[in-house]
């Protein structure tokens, strides 16, 4: 037989790696069917049923927005709450989740619009309401599609939608808790407007953006007596000049207001005219009025300007003097012209001073009922030049330039906001309640959410502070919008009194009506349809004189019930959840208005902890925009990628910061994957023949290596169930990398190849190495699931049969320490770590040899391990001796005791090239090849092994 011949039947001897599981994932042809085999055999419904009993773990879904596809930030937000939902549920909890849509609101109606154009002018609300409802459904089951390919669990063929019928019952519920205990007041207030979709704002509505406002400086004249202020001014032409970005609120100026407290001084001009600015300021103002010079003549506290009169500088009107404390010295002049309708502060002064609240800016924001004067009819950012050159016709301009500031927008039209006073329905946030941590001792809504918050865990920790400032500075709660899509206030107004009617059974009999119909019920039957013959006014006595409110609710409102409508309603969930995780917008938004809701109604919060994810931007640190071209579309990256790419992408980055997303970040996630599964393959393809029941060995039992190398698995899944517990997946995945990486493919399977190709398939060296990688991949593929959940399931399925084991990777448990390692290892490792740093110094020597071209591989190396005499190296080499040679992948290994030397290093490697022939099977370099006469050209070790697999003599011998 030519040695080429006999060279192949050796081959043909060793234990070569086999496995079907693909080295190519193939991931979009792949996870669809996966996808269709999960939902096929209900898997999301038999985790439910293995976890029934167990402990509660809930996550509450914050609503996305059913207007569509999904982009990134869903991408990360889903996934996020899909690896706390599949970390507890392997954790050992009964973690349902409830996913659901927001389906209410203005821009659904805004596209509904487009859509119908002038058809909506001929249809009913209903008719209008059913488009809206339509185009909504269409959006959640796109995005349902879209989340489920992303591989998140859930119960997607019933989710929560804030449009179903029984929702819309709760919403209106939860506003009847708060109207029925006093804390719903409708009054006439300034609140945020957007001109563009004619309706009003709340706090949470608002964004803010950069805009370009004119800046004026106008001059009101002084008609009261100056001398009243500082006798130095008798007989003085004296004025105030204002400041303001808004000229459109001039007509509509009352009063000007100046602190009571900031000193004022009276500066006479060279042409004899006095003008009053706060003292800070009248440096600033001379120079924006273009003033050469102006000389001090008197100085007073702002008081004595109060009840003081202006002319109003191009209407026939008088100016009322007022004090107020906002007034500041930041900028402007220390005057503030006040319009009641178009401002908190000023329609508060206003109520004070008795002036005229009337509003005329239009619901489109135009202005109106100034007859004769230019700016009539029209928008208000049109009327501010036609304003200003009035201004500047009557002499009051002193000075103009344009302002580039943050402006407030609306955020669903990004369109400049007003303030207009409008009647709208409030939640005051001073509602006096009683204080549970105080027995009778009454507070306010307002304080009692400051106190919930204050005892629910916030990640990151500035969360709380975010949170806490924003209830304790907002205004009341405007929950009124003038539009059609949403849960109508379902609330009678006498027709006589115009006051609300407030009846506990009429309200009960609405929801019910609402639970059955729906809130298009408000828009078909008439109050006597759902007023009990009869009923009258509680104010005024009036007999069935009602109409109906036809505001709708704030969207936010809605949401922020949702714990309601949701938690206190499924079976499977409870009150408060454990876990809310949203955007660091939802501090304003969805967070804010379900601690409201829940403190009004429940006087407790709706969470015990919030996390906030941030914001997914470019590589370059830049929002996502279709103009600069640097979007990552999930949908499209799990279409050319994988889905299991952007969740090992989200499992990557730390969601409480900022995120970078690019083509090239999730080309390196998809080799980082690669990578990962070619380790799991190998893992695989090496258990092949193996049967846990019969061939797995005792831990006792085990070489050393593998002892060491379950000890650092067991290690790597306390660290990955500890960033699981504490929701920092990026850790759990670099871990993960970290492990693979250096302890698998640096060292482990590098080093056990030998082992497990050349010794005999039932050898105890062998199976040892197998129950080891056994162990590993039985522990890394449940230790994976809730990132890699497709891949982890694929696993799964190859992984050697074990008697009871579930049908999928989703319905067992994390692998317990114990399953892994009996007990402590800690000396064990402490020992193993002695030996890797020696394996280090061992690694330099061979890298000198291959350098000098002595040796190529290590396997034609020999090493001998120096150690001082009696030092505690020398016990942990000594013991390990018959293992130093494949742990070094070298062909021989020895430990050499010398004598202490005061100058001699602790351990010093002699590294050379091996003594012996090359064995022709595991290409070792050894003395003994030949030593069995059958097999002249194989070690003693490999002779055993042909032995006990009954390899016939390749030389013709018989075995």
């Given at each position: 037989?030519?040695?080429?011949?006999?060279?192949?039947?050796?081959?043909?001897?060793?234990?070569?790696?086999?496995?079907?599981?693909?080295?190519?994932?193939?991931?979009?042809?792949?996870?669809?069917?996966?996808?269709?085999?999960?939902?096929?055999?209900?898997?999301?419904?038999?985790?439910?049923?293995?976890?029934?009993?167990?402990?509660?773990?809930?996550?509450?879904?914050?609503?996305?927005?059913?207007?569509?596809?999904?982009?990134?930030?869903?991408?990360?937000?889903?996934?996020?709450?899909?690896?706390?939902?599949?970390?507890?549920?392997?954790?050992?909890?009964?973690?349902?989740?409830?996913?659901?849509?927001?389906?209410?609101?203005?821009?659904?109606?805004?596209?509904?619009?487009?859509?119908?154009?002038?058809?909506?002018?001929?249809?009913?609300?209903?008719?209008?309401?059913?488009?809206?409802?339509?185009?909504?459904?269409?959006?959640?089951?796109?995005?349902?599609?879209?989340?489920?390919?992303?591989?998140?669990?859930?119960?997607?063929?019933?989710?929560y939608q804030t449009m179903d019928f029984p929702y819309e019952a709760k919403i209106l519920e939860a506003f009847y808790g708060f109207y029925e205990r006093g804390f719903v007041y409708k009054g006439l207030k300034p609140v945020y407007w957007c001109s563009h979709d004619r309706t009003a704002l709340a706090e949470a509505e608002v964004e803010y953006e950069q805009h370009t406002s004119p800046s004026v400086y106008v001059r009101y004249k002084l008609t009261s007596k100056p001398e009243a202020i500082d006798p130095r001014l008798k007989g003085k032409d004296v004025y105030t000049i204002i400041w303001t970005t808004t000229p459109w609120t001039l007509p509509a100026s009352m009063a000007v207001a100046f602190n009571p407290e900031i000193d004022y001084v009276a500066m006479q001009a060279e042409d004899g005219v006095v003008y009053v600015v706060a003292d800070a300021l009248q440096e600033a103002t001379r120079t924006a009025c273009s003033i050469a010079v102006w000389t001090e003549i008197a100085r007073f506290e702002g008081a004595k300007l109060d009840r003081v009169t202006f002319q109003h500088p191009f209407l026939d009107r008088s100016i009322l003097g007022v004090n107020a404390d906002y007034v500041t010295t930041e900028q402007g002049t220390g005057a503030v012209h006040t319009a009641p309708s178009h401002g908190p502060d000023d329609f508060a002064t206003g109520v004070k001073y008795g002036l005229p609240l009337v509003c005329n800016v239009d619901a489109q924001g135009k202005l109106q009922n100034y007859e004769g004067m230019p700016f009539d009819g029209l928008f208000v950012q049109k009327a501010n030049p036609i304003i200003i050159e009035l201004v500047k016709e009557k002499g009051a301009l002193m000075g103009r330039h344009d302002l580039v500031h943050s402006y407030p927008h609306c955020w669903r039209c990004h369109k400049p906001l007003i303030f207009r006073a409008t009647e709208q329905w409030f939640i005051s946030m001073e509602t006096p309640v009683l204080s549970p941590k105080e027995g009778t001792a009454q507070t306010t809504f307002r304080q009692r959410a400051l106190d919930e918050i204050a005892g629910v865990t916030w990640d990151p920790a500035w969360g709380q502070d975010r949170i806490s400032n924003m209830i304790a500075t907002r205004p009341d709660w405007c929950i009124s919008r003038q539009r059609i899509w949403g849960v109508p206030i379902a609330v009678f107004l006498c027709d006589k009194c115009h006051e609300p009617l407030n009846d506990e059974a009429i309200n009960r009999s609405i929801v019910e009506l609402f639970a059955k119909d729906g809130a298009d019920a408000w828009y078909v039957k008439e109050p006597s349809d759902l007023l009990p013959a009869g009923t009258a006014c509680k104010s005024c006595g009036a007999v069935m004189q009602f109409r109906k409110e036809m505001d709708i609710l704030d969207v936010w409102f809605e949401s922020g019930a949702s714990w309601h409508a949701v938690l206190e309603t499924e079976p499977e969930l409870s009150f408060p959840a454990d876990f809310y995780v949203e955007g660091g917008d939802q501090h304003r938004g969805w967070f804010h208005s379900s601690l409201l809701c829940a403190v009004g109604m429940r006087d407790a919060a709706p969470y015990e902890m919030v996390a906030t994810?941030?914001?997914?931007?470019?590589?370059?640190?830049?929002?996502?925009?279709?103009?600069?071209?640097?979007?990552?579309?999930?949908?499209?990256?799990?279409?050319?990628?994988?889905?299991?790419?952007?969740?090992?992408?989200?499992?990557?980055?730390?969601?409480?910061?900022?995120?970078?997303?690019?083509?090239?970040?999730?080309?390196?996630?998809?080799?980082?994957?690669?990578?990962?599964?070619?380790?799991?393959?190998?893992?695989?393809?090496?258990?092949?023949?193996?049967?846990?029941?019969?061939?797995?060995?005792?831990?006792?039992?085990?070489?050393?290596?593998?002892?060491?190398?379950?000890?650092?698995?067991?290690?790597?899944?306390?660290?990955?169930?500890?960033?699981?517990?504490?929701?920092?997946?990026?850790?759990?995945?670099?871990?993960?990398?970290?492990?693979?990486?250096?302890?698998?493919?640096?060292?482990?399977?590098?080093?056990?190849?030998?082992?497990?190709?050349?010794?005999?398939?039932?050898?105890?060296?062998?199976?040892?190495?197998?129950?080891?990688?056994?162990?590993?991949?039985?522990?890394?593929?449940?230790?994976?699931?809730?990132?890699?959940?497709?891949?982890?399931?694929?696993?799964?399925?190859?992984?050697?049969?074990?008697?009871?084991?579930?049908?999928s990777v989703h319905l067992a448990l994390f692998p317990a320490i114990d399953e892994i390692v009996p007990g402590s290892v800690e000396r064990l490792e402490k020992e193993w770590e002695q030996l890797l740093r020696v394996r280090e110094q061992v690694n330099l020597e061979l890298e000198a040899l291959r350098n000098s071209k002595a040796i190529g591989k290590g396997l034609d190396a020999a090493v001998t391990v120096i150690v001082t005499e009696g030092s505690p190296e020398q016990d942990v080499l000594v013991k390990y001796e018959s293992a130093l040679a494949e742990f070094f992948n070298v062909s021989q290994a020895s430990v050499q005791a010398v004598g202490a030397s005061k100058d001699a290093a602790a351990i010093v490697i002699e590294a050379k090239v091996a003594g012996g022939t090359k064995c022709e099977r595991c290409w070792r370099v050894v003395p003994d090849v030949g030593s069995d006469a059958r097999w002249t050209k194989v070690c003693g070790r490999c002779a055993e092994a042909l032995d006990a697999i009954g390899f016939s003599d390749v030389d013709g011998g018989a075995a």
């Open positions: 037989m030519a040695d080429g011949e006999k060279n192949k039947g050796l081959k043909g001897t060793l234990n070569l790696p086999r496995t079907e599981f693909a080295m190519k994932a193939n991931l979009p042809q792949n996870e669809p069917a996966r996808l269709e085999g999960w939902d096929n055999s209900g898997l999301y419904e038999k985790i439910r049923a293995a976890r029934a009993g167990a402990p509660k773990y809930i996550l509450h879904d914050g609503p996305p927005y059913a207007n569509g596809a999904i982009h990134l930030g869903h991408a990360l937000n889903k996934c996020i709450k899909d690896f706390v939902v599949k970390t507890k549920t392997m954790a050992g909890f009964d973690s349902p989740y409830v996913p659901g849509w927001d389906c209410h609101g203005l821009p659904i109606e805004i596209k509904v619009d487009e859509q119908l154009g002038g058809k909506k002018l001929e249809m009913d609300p209903v008719a209008v309401r059913k488009a809206c409802r339509e185009y909504a459904a269409k959006y959640v089951d796109l995005q349902r599609s879209q989340f489920k390919r992303l591989g998140v669990f859930g119960r997607w063929d019933k989710p994810c941030g914001w997914t931007l470019d590589e370059q640190g830049r929002a996502f925009s279709k103009s600069l071209g640097n979007g990552v579309d999930p949908v499209d990256i799990a279409k050319r990628l994988g889905g299991e790419i952007v969740r090992l992408w989200v499992g990557s980055v730390d969601f409480r910061e900022d995120v970078a997303a690019s083509e090239n970040l999730m080309q390196r996630v998809s080799e980082n994957y690669r990578k990962l599964r070619n380790t799991l393959r190998f893992l695989l393809s090496n258990l092949a023949d193996f049967d846990p029941a019969r061939d797995s060995i005792a831990f006792s039992a085990m070489q050393p290596l593998d002892q060491y190398i379950l000890a650092r698995t067991a290690e790597l899944d306390a660290a990955i169930r500890r960033a699981y517990d504490e929701f920092e997946f990026h850790r759990a995945y670099q871990a993960l990398n970290e492990f693979t990486n250096t302890d698998l493919s640096a060292l482990y399977l590098d080093v056990v190849k030998d082992r497990l190709y050349t010794y005999a398939p039932n050898s105890a060296g062998r199976r040892s190495a197998q129950t080891a990688m056994w162990r590993i991949a039985e522990a890394m593929t449940r230790l994976i699931a809730p990132i890699l959940s497709f891949t982890a399931d694929e696993v799964w399925q190859f992984l050697p049969k074990v008697e009871g084991r579930p049908e």
